[in-house]
């Protein structure tokens, strides 16, 4: 059973270009949940998704940050118009639904983004 | 504001030295409550986790936690370190699938 798979695992992006990063969640998981990590940080939440819903975007900046989980694929961290202050790792998690979801989070490996 | 606090940015400690990380949180009720760690380069991974039942908890590599409702707190202790343990460790907490995490403590183990 693969788990938490995120890709690419380094993109580097020049000022004003779009990234795209990706995850796979585990086999049978339909939540998903993306971080942010700075240096020096800890990690901060994103966005909670399930299949086809954002269920809370709370800590996703209002601009240029978007995300989505759609019925059949990876989910999708979308940031447009990169700026150096993006770079950082983003991290994705999953964990199961319902009554099978016991709160632990299964992270991926995590995709590093070095704005130029 | 709900809230979890790791007050230790950075903790140094002895090989074979005992350990303790602290974590505080602040939520209306009592939450899942979790430990996982962070090597370089790497996705974190489970630690160890609070659900209900016996407040102190057992974890993988020799971890163990205790969950102590009067102070709101979810502390991570080991008694003998070992230097492979270096590494970012965070708390973690769980309120109805919105899991919010502290800041981390960065773990330095000394020869």
């Known amino acids: 059973n693969a788990g938490v798979m995120q890709n690419p695992r380094h993109l580097v992006r020049r000022r004003g270009q779009e990234a795209r990063l990706r995850c796979s969640p585990m086999k049978g998981h339909s939540h998903v949940y993306w971080y942010r990590q700075l240096p020096e940080e800890g990690l901060k939440f994103m966005v909670y998704?399930?299949?086809?819903?954002?269920?809370?975007e709370s800590g996703m900046p209002k601009e240029r940050f978007s995300a989505e989980f759609p019925k059949e694929g990876p989910s999708i961290l979308r940031i447009q118009q990169v700026v150096r202050g993006d770079s950082a790792a983003y991290f994705c998690a999953s964990s199961p639904m319902g009554g099978t979801n016991t709160g632990e989070l299964f992270f991926g490996e995590g995709s590093r983004l070095t704005v130029l | 504001a709900q809230s979890v606090t790791q007050p230790d940015i950075h903790i140094t400690v002895s090989e074979g030295a005992s350990l303790e990380l602290r974590c505080n949180y602040s939520?209306?009720?009592?939450?899942?409550l979790f430990w996982y760690v962070q090597s370089p380069g790497q996705g974190l991974q489970l630690l160890l986790k609070?659900?209900?039942?016996?407040?102190l908890v057992q974890g993988i590599k020799g971890f163990e936690a205790e969950f102590k409702r009067s102070q709101s707190s979810f502390n991570l202790r080991k008694p003998s370190v070992h230097w492979s343990d270096a590494a970012e460790y965070f708390c973690?907490?769980?309120?109805?699938?919105?899991?919010?995490f502290g800041a981390g403590t960065r773990l330095t183990v000394k020869p």
């Open positions: 939520y209306g009720a009592t939450p899942y």
């Open positions: 609070y659900f209900s039942g016996d407040t």
């Open positions: 973690a907490v769980d309120n109805n699938n919105d899991m919010r």
């Open positions: 998704l399930q299949k086809e819903n954002i269920i809370d």
